[in-house]
């Protein structure tokens, strides 16, 4: 990444960064994606009641059924609003990725190559 002028005098900087740098980004992006999609199921896994008796393990069953499932603070929920916000910026790099592109092919209309030798 380098850090770039955004606007003519304007003193506000912002960040550039390679297409090669945005794409592998994505690409970690998917994997971290896919790995939450694991978490998830292991965490519904846990929000079953499990029969584990009473006393101490039935605590520990209800502990973990709470954990998988409950609403609002459960790992399941948590873990797939993480995910929700891997797409959202997923998408913002496509959007980038899709721009920086538009605007390569422009420049590259605007270029007249002449001699050479």
């Known amino acids: 990444m380098t850090e770039v002028e955004t606007g003519p005098g304007s ?14 980004t994505f690409r970690r992006l998917s994997e971290v994606q896919d790995t939450v999609a694991r978490m998830v199921r292991r965490a519904k896994v846990l929000g079953r009641s499990v029969p584990l008796g009473g006393g101490y393990a039935g605590e520990i069953g209800a502990f973990m ?15 797939t609003r993480f995910g929700r916000e891997l797409e959202e910026l997923k998408s913002r790099i496509e959007v980038a990725l899709r721009r920086y592109d538009d605007r390569d092919r422009d420049a590259a209309e605007g270029v007249d190559c002449v001699g050479g030798g």
């Open 11 to 24: 003193g506000a900087a912002g960040f550039a960064v390679s297409p090669e740098a945005a794409e592998e």
């Open 65 to 79: 059924a709470r954990y998988g499932v409950s609403d609002g603070d459960s790992a399941a929920e948590s873990l």
